[in-house]
């Protein structure tokens, strides 16, 4: 299935983030492998982390990956056996 926007899973529909990526590369490869496994994603621009305690570092953008609830256990299998595990949200957070 294609990429779509976030807003297209629908008004009360639960979605979930599966994957950070933190590189355009990154982001594409995970994507390439959800549309391989035929499941509907979305890919949203996040900031990821921020300054430190002393001040240093600029937050950085990634790409958050979000899928249907319903299909985080098929989203996260497809890119384990491909993987991509740096990036993958803890399912206990999803």
């Known amino acids: 299935m294609p990429r779509q926007p976030l807003d297209q899973f629908g008004e009360g529909t639960s979605v979930v983030r599966v994957y950070l990526a933190l590189g355009?590369?990154?982001a594409q490869r995970a994507e390439a492998i959800l549309?391989?496994?035929?499941?509907?994603?979305?890919v949203e621009v996040e900031e990821v982390g921020g300054p430190t305690l002393f001040?240093?570092?600029?937050?950085?953008?990634?790409?958050?990956?979000?899928v249907l609830e319903t299909e985080v256990d098929a989203a996260c299998?497809?890119?384990e056996h491909a993987g991509m595990l740096k990036g993958l949200v803890d399912r206990g957070e999803a």
């Open 55 to 66: 001040g240093f570092g600029k937050p950085r953008r990634g790409a958050g990956v979000w």
């Open 35 to 42: 549309d391989g496994a035929g499941l509907a994603f979305a």
């Open 24 to 26: 355009l590369d990154e």
């Open 77 to 79: 299998a497809a890119l």
